[in-house]
Nanobody, 121 residues
Framework: QVQLVESGGGLVQAGGSLRLSCAAS????????MGWYRQAPGKQRELVVS???????NYADSVKGRFTISGDNAKNTVYLQMNSLKPEDTAVYYC???????????????WGQGTQVTVSS
């Protein structure tokens, strides 16, 4: 099994910044990708950003130029630096990872428990 532990959410005023962290642990042979999704009340979960391979990133248009994903391979940890936050960024943010638990196993998707980000106007 693989566990994802997220931290760093909270309440911030519009224009402020937050940094989310997600640490993966457990039976990890290799990590193919990690990323962040978010889900606002009454809306579907959406991709915020993903990172795979050698720093290949995919950002949602709504966060380009404001959010930055980075990773620490040695710690199996990914970070999301969120700047210039807007009220519409308010959501529960979920960490997501694609992990192979053994050499010949197919990668599987794992989710964190989510962390609340609230941006006040």
């Amino acid at each position: 099994q693989v566990q994802l532990v997220e931290s760093g959410g909270g309440l911030v005023q519009a224009g402020g910044s937050l940094r989310l962290s997600c640490a993966a642990s457990g039976s990890i042979f290799s990590i193919a990708a990690m990323g962040w999704y978010r889900q606002a009340p009454g809306k579907q979960r959406e991709l915020v950003v993903s990172i795979s391979g050698v720093d290949t990133t995919n950002y949602a248009d709504s966060v380009k130029g404001r959010f930055t994903i980075s990773g620490d391979n040695a710690k199996n940890t990914v970070y999301l630096q969120m700047n210039s936050l807007k009220p519409e960024d308010t959501a529960v943010y979920y960490c997501n990872t694609l992990v192979a638990t053994m050499r010949w196993s197919l990668p599987q998707v794992y989710w964190g428990q989510g962390t609340q980000v609230t941006v006040s106007s």
